[in-house]
């Protein structure tokens, strides 16, 4: 089995959204594009008889380390985070439906945030699960819609504490040793309850483009750009009397781009390494981060 043809690479909706180190409303907080973590061949799916009858179980890790020190506007709260994201996916199809592919996803994993006084959390994030569903117009076209819901099930000081929801158009094209995998989407932001603060969230709108030309099996360049623009939030409740009910929290957008290598190591396993910059933003940190994906299939 090829990994590229036939599996080729999950989805991840996003590790957070939003990282806040304190719990407290500042002008610049640590932030990751969602799916920003996509990489090449992401979206290259089977259909069909390429997919057994039995289906397709993935492993899928993802990991990054971001430099959080500095902010678009004014000063970032933060100092670094860790963040490993790990993701268990099956492939599978219905009967009578052979024309269309579908996956189930489950996702755990764990953080480490520092913030500029050196004061560190730990532990585990948020879980997420969702529905992916495909069809293929021509052979090297695939058109998808994924489903996310996300589980406030994190550690107090990195989940959300909230329940999400995200919905995403995602597409790969392939045109000889070319590939093309790009997503547009929107994440439903819940309300927040925590620390006795209770706030509005606003919603997320994302997308992301990787362009990927395939030298040989360990040499696979890409370039990716990624964007998302959040809109405000307003609080509603505060016991912390430096907050008031009708507060309005800023709105967030930030365009980067990223440079990398995908190498596959064997017919079930590849990894792809790249950087990340931020090109320009508003009232978020800025981006400044290495990633590493790794996937194996069985």
């Known amino acids: 089995m090829n990994l590229h043809r036939t599996v080729s690479c999950g989805f991840l909706a996003a590790a957070l959204a939003i990282l806040s180190l304190s719990g407290a409303i500042q ?54 985070t860790f963040i490993s994201v790990n993701k268990f996916a099956h492939i599978f199809k219905i009967d009578g439906l052979n024309d269309v592919g579908f996956l189930w996803e489950a996702v755990t994993g764990f953080a480490s945030a520092t913030g500029k006084d050196n004061n560190s959390v730990t532990g585990l994030i948020d879980g997420q699960t969702g529905l992916v569903a495909w069809i293929k117009p021509t052979k090297n076209w695939v058109n998808c819609l994924e489903y996310w819901l996300y589980l406030p099930i994190g550690d107090n000081e990195l989940s959300s504490h909230s329940w999400n929801h995200s ?50 099996k360990q040499v696979e360049p890409f370039l990716k750009f990624d964007y998302q623009s959040s809109g405000q939030g307003k609080i509603k409740s505060a016991s912390d009397t430096s907050l008031n009910p009708g507060d ?12 990398g290598n995908q190498f596959q190591i064997s017919d079930r396993l590849s990894f792809a390494a790249w950087y990340a910059h931020g090109i320009t933003g508003r009232n978020t940190t800025k981006t400044n981060a290495g990633y590493i994906r790794a996937i194996w299939s069985f």
Do not use: C
């Not at 547009?184 to 006795?196: E, P």
């Open 248 to 259: 309005i929290t800023s709105s967030q957008s930030e365009l980067t781009y990223g440079i």
């Open 27 to 80: 002008n610049a907080e640590a932030g990751i594009i969602p799916y920003s973590v996509i990489a090449p061949h992401e979206y290259q799916l089977p259909i069909g008889n390429d997919i057994p009858k039995d289906g397709i179980n993935l492993l899928l890790s993802y990991n990054t380390y971001r430099d959080e020190s500095k902010a678009w506007d004014g000063e970032s709260g933060a100092r670094s």
């Open 167 to 216: 919905f995403a158009y995602m597409t790969n094209y392939v045109l000889g040793n070319f590939t093309f995998d790009g997503d547009l989407g929107v994440k439903i932001m819940g309300d927040s309850k925590h620390n006795g603060t209770h706030a509005e969230q606003g919603d997320v709108f994302f997308a992301n483009t990787v362009f990927t030309y395939k030298f040989m």
